[in-house]
Nanobody
């Protein structure tokens, strides 16, 4: 089992940047593909980005391509989401997740979830 703790959320103006972090503990970090998801108020959780176990493949939702970058640091057991050119519609709770089955962008592929971090983008 793996435990996930997100950090780095906050309030930012439109056009600004934030970097989210997700620290993993428990099992070997390389055992998991990792992903970021968001959930806006009153809406279903949706995918943002994913990264493979070895970091060789990354995946992005169309809405964030060219603006967000997912990466992982094996020395720190941490996955990051760099968010640039933020828009008010990016406002949501962002969740980190871990998958033993390959990850990607499908929510159903993920086995473990963090508690989430709030991102608010003001216009």
């Amino acid at each position: 089992q793996v435990q996930l703790v997100e950090s780095g959320g906050g309030l930012v103006q439109a056009g600004g940047s934030l970097r989210l972090s997700c620290a993993a503990s428990g099992r070997t970090f390389r055992d998991y593909a990792m992903g970021w998801f968001l959930q806006a108020p009153g809406k279903e959780r949706e995918s943002v980005a994913g990264i493979s176990r070895l970091g060789t493949s990354t995946y992005y939702a169309d809405s964030v391509k060219g603006r967000f970058t997912i990466s992982r640091d094996y020395a720190k057991n941490t996955v990051y989401l760099q968010m640039n050119s933020l828009k008010p519609e990016d406002t949501a709770v962002y969740y980190c997740a871990a998958s033993v089955r390959g990850g990607g962008l499908a929510l159903s592929s993920y086995d473990y979830w963090g508690q989430g971090t709030q991102v608010t983008v003001s216009s």
